[in-house]
């Protein structure tokens, strides 16, 4: 089946130790997205790709980073976590103007 | 500021009766309005969407409503099921496309037997 997979479901990192969550595709989407959602908060979107074409939000904090070597990867690396970056990070893909997001499953991140 | 609102955290509602989640917008230039599902744990899935250019859409037990004067959609559930329990979130677009969403909060909604 052609999904959007994440890896790994759950991570905890120490404060401050660098962390790389990960994402993958098999529905060949043009368009990647992370998502940060926070306990009874919307998703909030934190950069997306359109192809290799990087595309960050303007209140994106800096310590957020991401890469996408291919068109079915992506990856979101936090540099130095805080503890205020403990959430839920959704990753989905979306075709170029057929609409519609496919999202994974998330991981869940913990930061002690 | 947000965009997109859903004011009740949360509903409950017997089985077999219908529900009824709220969404307002205020940006005009949304134009793809979608709901989203979510279970505890997995990623949103999608449930259904509707273009500005109509006022209805529907997909068995699932109907979602636009009026766009008033800025406002609703996504209607009946008969209601257990299994319907979940957090839903409404999202809006402003490319027709579905693309670049904007989330409000999510409604938990209770299904109970």
Known sequence: ?112 | DQQVKQNSPSLSVQEGRISILNCDYTNSMFDYFLWYKKYPAEGPTFLISISSIKDKNEDGRFTVFLNKSAKHLSLHIVPSQPGDSAVYFCAASGDNAGNMLTFGGGTRLMVKP
Not at chain 1, 22 to 38: A, E, G, I, R
Not at chain 1, 50 to 70: C, G, H, M, V
């Open chain 1, 1 to 112: 089946d052609a999904m959007v997979i994440q890896n790994p479901r759950y991570q905890v990192t120490q404060f401050g130790k660098p962390v790389t969550l990960s994402c993958s595709q098999t529905l060949n989407h043009n368009v990647m997205y992370w998502y940060q959602q926070k306990s009874s908060q919307a998703p909030k979107l934190l950069f997306h790709y359109y192809d290799k074409d990087f595309n960050n939000e303007a209140d994106t904090p800096d310590n957020f980073q991401s890469r996408r070597p291919n068109t079915s990867f992506c990856f979101l690396d936090i540099r130095s976590p805080g503890l205020g970056d403990a959430a839920m990070y959704l990753c989905a893909t979306s075709p170029t103007g057929l609409g519609g997001y496919t999202f994974g499953s998330g991981t869940r991140l913990t930061v002690v």
